[in-house]
T-cell receptor, first 114, second 111 residues
Framework: DTGVSQDPRHKITKRGQNVTFRCDPISEHNRLYWYRQTLGQGPEFLTYFQNEAQLEKSRLLSDRFSAERPKGSFSTLEIQRTEQGDSAMYLC????????????FGPGTRLLVL | QKEVEQNSGPLSVPEGAIASLNCTYSDRGSQSFFWYRQYSGKSPELIMSIYSNGDKEDGRFTAQLNKASQYVSLLIRDSQPSDSATYLCAVNRPAGSTLTFGKGTMLLVSP
């Protein structure tokens, strides 16, 4: 257990529904990252926050995806109008903003869109 | 050209042998390099980080970095069946702090 928690751990939804995932980082970590991983691939970066500021978003993050970190602590990732191609493991990681910083991953949320 | 490349495997080794996992990266400005282990259905778990050319040892694990050749490797000595997993190489992009991952190499250690 790295100290990063994610909720829910599993989510099954129907195409077109909205889903929201939550990540609680390690308490002293000021950076929080979202990645997506599909079968046979490595994690792919989606977006990251330093404190409450969203500093970077990947081209993978379509306008159906939105992420927030309102008070610089936990973060939420929402997917609107889900598509079957959104089925994946959504991973959250956190780190301290230092040179050579190490990212620690949570257990992930596995999403299945039917 | 893919940014981080790994042989997908599987790499099969007998118990007690040395497993050698390799990774190449394309961006010469990359500064930080990481190896994560991922068991099936689980999230990545940090094994090693390395920042300077040369070797870094931690228990049965040794990470090797050669920036001139843009090459990172992970050696696992005295491999155990519990080491059977996918090993992900990750590189910190020089322009930011996010990680770029390879697809991972599956390691199978047979008893």
């Amino acid at each position: 257990d790295t100290g990063v928690s994610q909720d829910p751990r599993h989510k099954i939804t129907k195409r077109g529904q909205n889903v929201t995932f939550r990540c609680d980082p390690i308490s002293e970590h000021n950076r929080l990252y979202w990645y997506r991983q599909t079968l046979g691939q490595g994690p792919e970066f989606l977006t990251y926050f330093q404190n409450e500021a969203q500093l970077e978003k990947s081209r993978l993050l379509s306008d159906r995806f939105s992420a927030e970190r309102p008070k610089g602590s936990f973060s939420t990732l929402e997917i609107q109008r889900t598509e079957q191609g959104d089925s994946a493991m959504y991973l959250c990681a956190s780190s301290l903003a230092l040179a050579g910083e190490t990212q620690y991953f949570g257990p992930g949320t596995r999403l299945l869109v039917l | 050209q893919k940014e981080v490349e790994q042989n997908s495997g599987p790499l099969s080794v007998p118990e007690g042998a040395i497993a050698s996992l390799n990774c190449t990266y394309s961006d010469r400005g990359s500064q930080s390099f990481f190896w994560y282990r991922q068991y099936s259905g689980k999230s990545p778990e940090l094994i090693m980080s390395i920042y300077s050319n040369g070797d870094k040892e931690d228990g049965r694990f040794t990470a090797q970095l050669n920036k001139a050749s843009q090459y990172v490797s992970l050696l696992i000595r005295d491999s155990q069946p519990s080491d059977s997993a996918t090993y992900l190489c990750a590189v910190n992009r020089p322009a930011g702090s996010t990680l770029t991952f390879g697809k991972g190499t599956m390691l199978l250690v047979s008893p």
